[in-house]
């Protein structure tokens, strides 16, 4: 669905990304680890089109059609090829109303004027229906994580990017989210990447995990391989 290859990216001088591979197949759910300021959130930004990448290709592809050059995609055109993003702290407008939220974001993503919230998106959270005329700033933080990934899910991705969608969650608020996401993952269908630093979260949500270390993809493979030694030695902050 999504393939990196030797993904450079610069702030200025500085080089933050060094030819980062990433595959995402359809279907799965995969973990971008790494301490904080390993890259993660640059990563994504280069992917979502909000950061340019200086070399290296991004290619999208789907079965039964030709492969695209994300690289050549606008940030709009990314979300309608199908991607969607959480991010890093939810970024909802708190003044605005529950249902605002969702129409700005179906507003943004789409051309056609007349689209309706999908059925979907208030199957998956009931809560937000009830809430649909409340400001968003004053729900509490699990509901407002849920405007956040029903924001991003209105138009229906085929691949749902989150940034630490477990920062500063209490432990069962995690659990919530954990079944959130394999119900997206299996249910749905959908791709998930996922970055986060919580490793029982990875382990227990994901298939596949990429380890960022000063930008450069150090290690990846399947969850089950993700032993002691490399979270000691990668994410263990010292
Ligand atoms: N706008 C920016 N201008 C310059 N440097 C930046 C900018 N944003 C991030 N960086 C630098 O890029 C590097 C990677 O940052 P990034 O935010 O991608 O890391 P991260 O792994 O997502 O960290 P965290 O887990 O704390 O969000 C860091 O050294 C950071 O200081």
């Given at each position: 669905?999504?393939?990196?290859?030797?993904?450079?990216?610069?702030?200025?001088?500085?080089?933050?990304?060094?030819?980062?591979?990433?595959?995402?197949a359809?279907?799965?759910?995969?973990?971008?680890l790494?301490?904080?300021?390993?890259?993660?959130?640059?990563?994504?930004?280069?992917?979502?089109?909000?950061?340019?990448?200086?070399?290296?290709?991004?290619?999208?592809?789907?079965?039964?059609?030709?492969?695209?050059?994300?690289?050549?995609?606008?940030?709009?055109?990314?979300?309608?090829?199908?991607?969607?993003?959480?991010?890093?702290?939810?970024?909802?407008?708190?003044?605005?109303?529950?249902?605002?939220?969702?129409?700005?974001?179906?507003?943004?993503?789409?051309?056609?004027?007349?689209?309706?919230?999908?059925?979907?998106?208030?199957?998956?959270?009931?809560a937000?229906?009830?809430?649909?005329?409340?400001?968003?700033?004053?729900?509490?933080?699990?509901?407002?994580?849920?405007?956040?990934?029903?924001?991003?899910?209105?138009l229906?991705?085929?691949?749902?990017?989150?940034?630490?969608?477990?920062?500063?969650?209490?432990?069962?608020?995690?659990?919530?989210?954990?079944?959130?996401?394999?119900?997206?993952?299996?249910?749905?269908?959908?791709?998930?990447?996922?970055?986060?630093q919580?490793?029982?979260?990875?382990?227990?949500?994901?298939d596949?995990?990429?380890?960022?270390?000063?930008?450069?993809?150090?290690?990846?493979?399947?969850?089950?391989?993700?032993?002691?030694?490399?979270?000691a030695?990668?994410?263990?902050?010292?």
């Amino acid at each position: 669905m999504l393939s990196l290859r030797s993904v450079n990216q610069f702030y200025g001088k500085n080089h933050i990304l060094w030819d980062v591979d990433l595959d995402l197949a359809p279907g799965t759910c995969t973990g971008v680890l790494g301490r904080p300021g390993m890259g993660k959130t640059t990563l994504v930004n280069c992917i979502m089109g909000h950061l340019p990448v200086n070399s290296g290709s991004m290619t999208w592809q789907e079965s039964g059609s030709p492969p695209k050059d994300l690289r050549q995609q606008s940030v709009g055109q990314r979300a309608r090829l199908g991607i969607g993003y959480v991010p890093q702290g939810r970024q909802i407008f708190s003044q605005m109303s529950v249902e605002d939220n969702l129409l700005i974001a179906l507003l943004a993503g789409q051309d056609d004027r007349h689209c309706a919230i999908p059925p979907m998106v208030y199957e998956l959270f009931p809560a937000l229906w009830s809430l649909r005329h409340q400001r968003s700033g004053e729900l509490p933080i699990d509901q407002q994580q849920q405007l956040a990934l029903a924001r991003a899910l209105v138009l229906q991705p085929k691949l749902l990017i989150l940034d630490e969608p477990t920062d500063g969650m209490a432990p069962w608020l995690e659990e919530e989210m954990g079944n959130l996401l394999h119900r997206l993952n299996n249910d749905f269908g959908l791709t998930i990447l996922l970055l986060e630093q919580r490793i029982s979260f990875i382990r227990r949500v994901a298939d596949y995990f990429l380890l960022l270390h000063c930008g450069r993809n150090v290690a990846q493979g399947r969850v089950a391989q993700l032993d002691d030694s490399m979270v000691a030695k990668w994410l263990t902050v010292v």
